[in-house]
């Protein structure tokens, strides 16, 4: 014998199945408005710090590719409604600054990461106020045909060894052409400065004399500079430099940053 139904059972069914999926249809356009607000508050923030650091590079008489913001960490909106911020990553490609005597140093990309962010809501919606970052650190790389330009001697070759900066280049002694080479101590001063000085000089086939080492000796203080690494954004300073297969690595650092300022 088949099922027998009541006279309103299946409307009721049917009315409640289009209940749920109405249900279903508003929690997911819900969720779409949810997501397309989290993305555009994004991208305004990126917008607004992008537009600042450009300034700030400007302000320095550098130049580079418009800054590539990103701000890490999903959702958007929970980090807005809490007011810290995971990471903001800012990238400059092609940077280049003025870096003394008439010279600039470039950098392919200075990369920058700003952590411990954090800014009130008023700030995201109005853009008054500060994005203040408890630390910022940014990594560039200076190629070493910049710095054989910077030397000034002929026939200099740089390369990384053991993780330190070595030296070769041909020199004319007593009548006869030897290859010199040595280490370079890497030291950084206030300003942007790094030392260059070049020490543990050798050269094979020459006799060990006063006369030898001093002409060495001459020569190796000619290799001798100082290198001005460019007035970086974001109140970063040059912190340490190592040497790099491709050259060298400048790690710069900074705290307590308004990541949305034109100042320097």
């Known amino acids: 014998m088949g099922e027998v139904y009541s006279d309103g059972a299946r409307p009721r069914r049917r009315w409640g199945r ?5 249900f279903i249809v508003l929690v997911l356009l819900l969720l779409g408005l949810a997501v397309a607000a989290d993305r555009v508050g994004k991208s305004y923030a990126e917008r607004m710090i992008s537009d600042k650091v450009a300034e700030q590079v400007a302000n320095q008489k550098a130049t580079s590719e418009k800054p590539a913001v990103t701000v890490e960490g999903f959702p958007f909106l929970t980090q807005v409604a809490r007011g810290r911020y995971d ?7 092609n940077f280049s600054g003025p870096a003394g005597n008439n010279r600039t140093v470039k ?15 008023d700030t995201i919606r109005s853009g008054n106020g500060n994005i203040v970052a408890g630390t910022v650190t940014g990594v560039g790389f200076i190629d070493y045909p910049q710095l054989i330009e910077l030397i000034g001697q002929p026939g200099v070759k740089l390369a990384a060894k053991d993780g330190k900066l070595t030296g070769a280049a041909p020199v004319q002694v007593l009548g006869q052409t030897v290859n010199v ?3 370079a101590a890497l030291t950084v001063k206030s300003g942007n400065v790094v030392q260059v000085r070049f020490s543990n000089v050798s050269a094979e086939g020459l006799p060990d004399n006063p006369i030898v080492k001093g002409l060495i000796n001459s020569y190796v203080n000619k290799l001798a500079f100082d290198l001005r690494v460019p007035a970086l954004p974001l109140k970063l300073t040059v912190q340490n430099v190592d040497a790099q297969p491709d050259g060298l690595k400048v790690t710069a650092g900074a705290s307590d940053v308004a990541l949305n300022s034109s100042g320097l």
């Not at 289009?18 to 109405?22: A, D, S």
């Not at 990471?87 to 490609?93: H, N, V, Y």
């Open 18 to 22: 289009r209940l749920l999926i109405t």
């Open 87 to 93: 990471e903001i990553k800012i990238g400059l490609a």
């Open 107 to 121: 950098m392919k990309l200075l990369d920058v990461r700003a952590k411990d962010v954090t800014a009130p809501l």
């Open 181 to 183: 080479t040595g280490t």
